[in-house]
DNA sequence: GTGGTCTAGACCACT
DNA sequence: GTGGTCTAGACCACA
């Protein structure tokens, strides 16, 4: 599968593009898009695919390994891991997505912009995603 | 006014903590909570205020003068400057809170939450920040 | 002080340079000769003295500072954290060292050298770097 | 002769597999038992009995064979070969073990044992080997 | 001055 | 082919 389908890289936020990594994986393993035993694109696959540099990558999928998301295969690659450290329930992706959206709202907060105005924004990108 | 009722710092943040300020100083001053020829808070109140370094806030502000936003008025301290570039708008506001709405879309859709929970949580979220 | 006097690295073992810089931090502090709140050298200050890449001594700070070991405090370094995660006993600093020796009574074994030999040459060794 | 009985592989060591059997066998036909004429386990053998993937057995038998250590017999398998490169004198295997013991006594130091704490241990480990 | 991040490119060990 | 490690050198954020 295309890296570029899994990942979305922001190279002008101040968020190390690594992290950026870390986080999209443990979303999309919480999200179920990626189960146990499935095989994670290279890490040149990766690289190759975001325009970005393999070590970078490599750091990423260390961090993962070290925190048991990720297993790694000798030679073959790194796969998700079988016992994923924690589940799938709508409750613990729900917690997952809270804090960008607190985030969000704080800054809609500080641009005083009324709840219904960034819900139908919010509205209109969610279905745009789809 | 006390500062920490105008900046929350997210200390844990890989954003750094100038950038923060200085991001959150645009949005006050777009949403119109500060008004041209207010007076900031100084370095040290805002550094004492925060828990932070005073080298950190004058950093902030040095961009922000830099930018046109604040005034540095000597042995008075910084002001909200005349004629903020921008802003005031609701079109421009929305255009400020665009990236970080595409942002929390994209990882909902990591994690395979349908819109409709999404929408809710962030309506509950807005309605508590009220 | 002077890094090279608190490592040293083999540049030829097939154990990785970070790897080794790690483990020898854990052991200077296990042994007390880096007490919590010591600062630790810098970066440059070790890549230097060891004339290796600042990013791999980066690399051994980084997981040092993951497993609670090591402090970084922004824009001063990094220090010895305060609550080294285990102790100071003997007994404790016997078990890390115990692997070593395991691995060399096992290659004593397989040369067929006899426990009186080794000892002896041990001993003159140890006493040499006193 | 099963070959768990003559090698003794430590997978999460960061020394190579292939290194780790490269060494052992050089040490076992230095400590003479191995003897010039000897037949070694096939490499299968190897690989089942020490769980590790039959290439890497292959990859320390080649090398091994460069060396002039083993040589391999069409059909009939690697053997040790009949001049092994030097060996067998008591200094000689003493300078193979030499580097190990010079480590042990580094992490010692960095642990602030004392050589006769060290040494006791060492002894006694040693005699538990026999 | 400090550590953090990234790049481009290299070599190694393993399958 | 896979990931792991290292280098040389760059820029950034922070004190």
Redesign the pocket.
């Known amino acids: 599968m295309n890296p570029t389908h899994l990942f979305s890289i922001a190279t002008g936020s101040?968020e190390?593009?690594?992290?950026q990594l870390v986080d999209q994986t443990r979303r999309l393993i919480a999200g179920g898009q990626l189960a146990p035993g499935d095989p994670?694109p290279?890490?040149?696959?990766i690289a190759g695919a975001l325009a970005?540099?393999?070590?970078?990558v490599?750091?990423a999928?260390?961090m993962l390994?070290m925190e048991g998301v990720l297993t790694?295969r000798?030679?073959?690659?790194?796969e998700v891991a079988q016992a994923p450290p924690r589940g799938h329930s709508v409750a613990h992706r729900v917690a997952l997505l809270r804090p960008t959206l607190e985030r969000a709202a704080l800054e809609a907060g500080q641009l005083e912009l009324d709840a219904a105005t960034v819900l139908e924004l919010f509205s209109t990108i969610l279905k745009a995603k789809q």
Do not use: A, D, F
């Open positions: 101040s190390p593009i690594y992290r994670m290279s890490v040149r696959e970005i540099n393999p070590m970078t490599s750091k999928y260390g390994e790694r000798r030679g073959l690659g790194m």
